[in-house]
């Protein structure tokens, strides 16, 4: 009998878990918020989310070819469907066909590859190319629309869709403006927030996600129950996402408390812009986020608070995507500061004192 | 009883059930036992037969040497055939010496040594001459000579011993049988131990997933009050050393010390046992209980297994295999040895052989790290075995000995949880090896470095002691200078050997 001896030391025995099984989940739970949105902002959205999806994956295939890697282990893990995934659903829904290759290129080619592939980037490779993309095209990046759901009256149909989407042109009367982009723009037409304001959208609305808005962030019920479904599949913990929503919480609080007029409240920052669809899916990124519990406290706070800033002071309404790009830089600093704790050491490294009490 | 809690670990596939409900059997006789001279940590033992000599049973064929060893005994009576080399039960597959015995059959005992009657009682010397003499080592599967942590308690003050029932490997129910089906020699050995140890109680702490034998060792430490029989949670690896301590106390052993620092000692249940037998009936260890399970045995079972049988002995004695299996491992899934082939022979620290198919084993090729982070929430000793892993693969040793690879258990609980199937623990046995080695031949080399600068001291003292003598000689014309260059050459030679002694 030829049984082959293992080359390698124990365990010789395994979870069920693998690199596909995580990615596929996270993919599973973005269905419904994409889903919902698809629908929401019809066929143009559905167009340039296959383009994103599809460019990505075909990055994926390039990259490897060039590399000289062996195509399927590496296309199979789902990681480069996922990254399109994320990053279609950060982009206007009715931006141009070019919007998703572009941002393909960026995202895969340069923001993971080129660092190595899966596992290697420090940035979160839709953020990379969904911030290059805003930066070099900003007209195409902040053209948005309201809800236009499919077939409805006035919902362009499968053929004015083909023009929106690879024609570049949206048809007059159908643009519209963020909650944060409003303000914004208000805020610098000398109109207080606290006036602005009153114009939004209800909480109702925007929980449920009938607002313009990036083709999946809009849906904050859809999302929160998929990140709910990642944190039961312990794919993900409520580290990041709570501390991330918890700092934007207090911080917008804060700043709305003392000037009313010039800060919009924490319920608006929770509710408006990426907050969600950043707390649970983009800033949990395993790859560019700190390895411990702890760290992930620190990252989250950072991304929270980074956004009120961004969001609150820089010349971009939304602030997710720098937020956590440069959260993204910190995370080795953070994964060398935030080490656990070594068994029979104390926090500094000492062993601890011998039969004393911790 | 509080019990708290422990950083980490993990709750993998148990598949206890495939051979818990088997009672313990005894293995039929094997046609040849091969008894490895070297089958605990410490120096071999030195062999006190010769081949053609006749053994009975229980009679002691090699004994101990040097301060940590263990002496080993004839499982049966029969003929000495040879002493031979045989491949190790280990990764290696290298050849170690072994007694090779032909069993005649007739069981024929040795004179063994009285009963010690009154061993709860008696000066702990005469248990801890017993518990050597009776080649007993940890049968957790460390192999450990016992009678060195039985006197953890001469310089220490020991509140207890632990005795450790928690037998978190899957698969492995050896201990979990002997506790339920000889609980009171399990609880007699433990209280002979503690006494030795001078501890003033026993708590035995058992994983929840093993009522049975909760249950009888319960029963059994009834008239006990110093014996606590104590439920602990199912939770990988809970039947490491410090963490059933700390489970147990909250006491966390600090860094580079002994659970015997914080006031407890622990041992296997199974060592409890053959304490009891050495001490109440004065035999020595000469069998042990091992599970055979999988799911490509036949029939699992759990065997009473004479030291020395070959593996193919127990394989056969539960049917065989079925096809051909994915991994052959000696001990549990998650920290035991591949087994090179079907010739070793079971030796002390055996608990266990595995047989296991592909879909038992789960492997897959390795793939990049997506710093997923369950490594790092789930290692027991607080380590980081993906930064270590990313020293090592780059060669920078010392970076992972500064992050705690050497602290590092082995419990194979990242390498298990990888998503990615990166071996992390070959990583860190790798690590750990070559740290030693390094250390070694620092040792070496400074204690070499030191000798030479003693010597060239030592010749310039006699040098100078020519020179001064010569000097004498010259100004007296005396012959005193004669014995001081007499003796240099004398020093020198003796001591330029030194070094390559060392």
Redesign the interface.
């Known amino acids: 009998?030829?049984?082959e001896?293992?080359t390698?030391?124990?365990?010789?025995?395994?979870?069920?878990?693998?690199?596909q099984?995580?990615m596929n989940t996270v993919i599973l739970a973005l269905v419904p918020a994409t889903a919902f949105n698809l629908y929401l902002f019809g066929w143009p959205a559905m167009f340039l989310f296959s383009v994103t999806l599809f460019s990505c994956v075909a990055m994926e295939g390039l990259a490897l070819l060039i590399r000289g890697r062996r195509l399927l282990?590496t296309l199979g893990?789902s990681?480069a469907i996922l990254t399109g995934w994320l990053l279609a659903m950060t982009l206007p829904p009715w931006a141009p066909w070019w919007t998703g290759v572009l941002g393909a290129v960026f995202a895969i080619l340069l923001g993971k590859q080129a660092f190595g592939?899966?596992?290697?980037n420090l940035f979160n490779p839709a953020m990379v190319a969904r911030v290059a993309l805003l930066v070099s095209f900003p007209v195409a990046l902040t053209s948005w629309v309201g809800p236009h759901p499919l077939f409805w009256t006035g919902t362009p149909g499968f053929q004015e869709a083909l023009n929106i989407t690879f024609g570049g042109q949206i048809p007059d009367g159908f643009s519209a403006a963020t909650a944060l982009g409003f303000v914004k723009t208000e805020l610098s037409r000398g109109i207080p927030v606290s006036q602005s304001m009153g114009q939004l959208p209800d909480l109702m609305d925007m929980g449920l996600g009938l607002r313009a808005g990036s083709l999946g962030e809009t849906s904050l019920v859809l999302i929160l129950a998929g990140g709910l479904f990642l944190m039961w599949k312990k794919i993900i913990t409520w580290h990041i996402p709570a501390a991330m929503l918890g700092t934007l919480f207090v911080v917008a609080t804060l700043g709305h408390t003392a000037n009313p007029a010039r800060f919009a409240d924490g319920t608006f920052h929770l509710m408006s812009g990426a907050a969600f669809l950043g707390a649970f899916f983009i800033a949990t990124d395993?790859?560019?986020?700190?390895?411990?519990?702890s760290g992930?406290i620190v990252f989250g706070c950072g991304v929270g608070l980074l956004t009120w800033v961004i969001r609150s002071f820089a010349g971009y309404p939304e602030g997710v995507a720098f937020a956590v790009l440069l959260m993204n830089s910190l995370t080795p600093i953070i994964?060398q500061y935030t080490?656990?704790?070594?068994?029979?050491?104390t926090r500094r490294g000492e062993?601890?004192?011998?039969?004393g009490d911790? | 009883m509080k019990l708290f809690a422990i950083r980490g670990g993990i709750h993998p596939d148990y598949r206890k059930e495939l051979a818990s409900d088997k009672a313990i059997t005894a293995l039929p006789m094997p046609a040849r036992l091969q008894i490895l001279l070297h089958q605990h940590i410490g120096a071999p033992a030195r062999l006190m037969v010769a081949p053609g000599e006749r053994v009975r049973k229980g009679q002691m064929i090699a004994q101990g040497q040097g301060p940590v060893s263990a002496p080993t005994h004839a499982p049966t009576s029969g003929v000495i055939e040879s002493v031979s080399e045989v491949t190790a039960p280990h990764a290696s597959g290298l050849p170690l010496t072994a007694v090779v015995l032909a069993p005649d059959g007739l069981d024929e005992w040795a004179t063994l040594p009285d009963p010690i009657t009154d061993a709860l009682t008696v000066a702990p010397q005469q248990i801890w001459d017993r518990v050597a003499q009776a080649g007993i080592v940890g049968l957790g599967g460390a192999a450990f000579p016992s009678v060195i942590k039985l006197h953890l308690g001469v310089q220490r003050k020991l509140e207890m011993l632990v005795l450790n029932g928690a037998e978190c490997e899957p698969y492995l129910c050896c201990d979990d049988r002997l506790m339920r089906e000889q609980a009171a020699e399990v609880v007699d050995g433990a209280r002979i131990m503690a006494h030795a140890l001078g501890a003033r109680q026993v708590i035995v702490g058992i994983e929840e997933n093993k009522p049975e034998a909760l249950e009888a060792m319960t029963r059994a430490a009834a008239e006990f009050p110093d014996v606590t029989i104590q439920p602990v949670p199912v939770q990988y690896p809970m039947g490491s050393e410090r963490h059933l301590v700390q489970a147990l106390t909250g006491r966390e052993t600090p860094a580079m010390k002994l659970t015997a620092d914080i006031g407890a000692v622990v041992h296997n249940v199974a060592t409890a046992q053959a304490v009891h037998q050495a001490v109440r009936h004065g035999r020595p260890l000469i069998d042990r209980v091992v599970t055979v399970s999988g799911r490509a045995v036949r029939e699992p079972r759990n065997i009473r297994t004479p030291i020395g049988a070959p593996v193919a002995d127990l394989i056969a004695f539960c049917g065989g295999l079925v096809g051909v299996p994915a991994r052959l491992v000696l001990g549990g899934p998650m920290m035991g040895q591949p087994l090179p082939n079907l010739d070793v022979p079971v030796i002390k620290g055996t608990s266990g052989i595995l047989a296991l198919d592909a879909q038992e084993t789960g492997e897959a090729a390795p793939g990049p790290c997506i710093r997923c982070g369950t490594c790092v929430s789930i290692c027991p000793c607080g380590l980081v075995p993906l930064e270590m892993a990313a020293f090592i693969r780059t060669d920078d040793l010392k970076g992972a000995a500064n992050l705690g690879v050497t602290e590092c258990l082995s419990c194979g609980s990242c390498s298990w949880a990888c998503p990615s199937h990166i071996p992390l623990v070959q990583y860190f046995n790798y690590a750990k090896g070559m740290l030693k080695t390094k250390e070694r031949e620092r040792a070496k080399s400074e204690h070499t470095k030191m000798q030479t600068e003693a010597h060239r001291a030592r010749m310039e003292k006699a040098e100078a002691a020519k020179l001064a003598a010569k000097a004498t000689k010259t100004t007296r014309a005396s012959a005193n200078g004669a014995a001081a260059t007499g003796t240099a050459p004398d020093t020198r030679q003796s001591r330029a050997e030194e070094p390559t002694e060392a």
């Open positions: 009998m030829m049984i001896t293992a390698t030391s124990a365990p010789y025995t395994h979870s069920a878990a693998s690199v099984k995580t282990p893990d990681s592939g899966l596992g290697q395993y790859v560019t986020s700190p390895v411990s519990k992930q994964d080490r656990p704790r070594r068994f029979g050491r062993p601890l004192a011998p039969l911790k």
